[in-house]
């Protein structure tokens, strides 16, 4: 609507863009036409960092889109990697709750070796089931060696050492008191434990949980009694799978 203009009352200003009246400086809107005298001002396009959060924001066309991509790309990159990482962790946590809830069976060696042996104690008398007999390693560093006929998941190891459960008989022989077990799986990975033997009679009892083993191999890493003079006597070992 155009409103009429006071001839007694004259104004000096700048014109009105939209009809040419002329106004006051301070006024904002024309006093004929009331059209805006001063356009708004224009408001600058938000940085693409500004556009993550929250989503609805008004940006430039094609702002942040190089940036965005790559932030992205990070975040797949990210989710890869955790998911190297955490998959076989999950994995190592079901097969333990598995080892706990289960039960377990002796598994007997298919062939029992030793990279040595003193006279009338072979390898084989480690897994004979008998606890009076034993295989005598001559030193420290030889090895039993136990294969399998097929894998299986390794639960558990038992071990007897010295010559006899008696303690007196325990007492006078040599036993180991240090041994690493080394335990190959089907893939060829080996795993490497570390056995602390109690130095007394009777069946010590070692916790696995390793999944394909194919073979173990028991190194004696330190004896105690009169090594050098006797062999160093393993009553018996006796391997626990998983059923």
């Not at 083993?213 to 003079?229: F, K, Q, T």
């Amino acid at each position: 609507m155009v409103r009429p203009v006071e001839v007694n009352n004259p104004q000096d200003g700048p014109p009105c863009p939209v009809c040419g009246t002329p106004n006051r400086p301070e006024r904002q809107f024309c006093r004929r036409c009331a059209a805006r005298l001063r356009p708004a001002a224009s408001v600058a396009p938000l940085p693409w960092w500004r556009t993550i959060w929250p989503f609805r924001r008004r940006v430039r066309v094609g702002s942040g889109r190089w940036p965005a991509r790559i932030v992205a790309v990070l975040v797949v990159l990210a989710l890869v990697l955790a998911a190297f990482l955490l998959v076989p962790v999950a994995r190592s946590l079901f097969e333990d709750t598995k080892d706990k809830l289960g039960s377990a069976n002796q598994v007997t060696p298919a062939n029992v070796t030793a990279s040595a042996e003193a006279p009338g104690h072979p390898a084989a008398a480690a897994t004979d089931g008998l606890t009076n007999v034993y295989w005598g390693a001559p030193a420290i560093g030889d090895s039993l060696i136990c294969t399998f006929a097929t894998p299986f998941r390794l639960v558990g190891v038992v071990v007897h050492t010295g010559v006899s459960t008696e303690p007196q008989e325990f007492n006078r022989g040599a036993r180991p008191t240090l041994a690493d077990l080394q335990i190959t799986s089907s893939t060829g990975r080996v795993d490497t434990r570390t056995l602390t033997f109690a130095d007394k009679p009777g069946p010590q009892t070692f916790r696995m949980g390793i999944s394909d083993v194919l073979s173990v191999r028991l190194i004696i890493r330190a004896a105690a009694g009169p090594v050098g003079e006797q062999p160093i006597a393993l009553g018996e070992i006796e391997f626990f799978k998983r059923t």
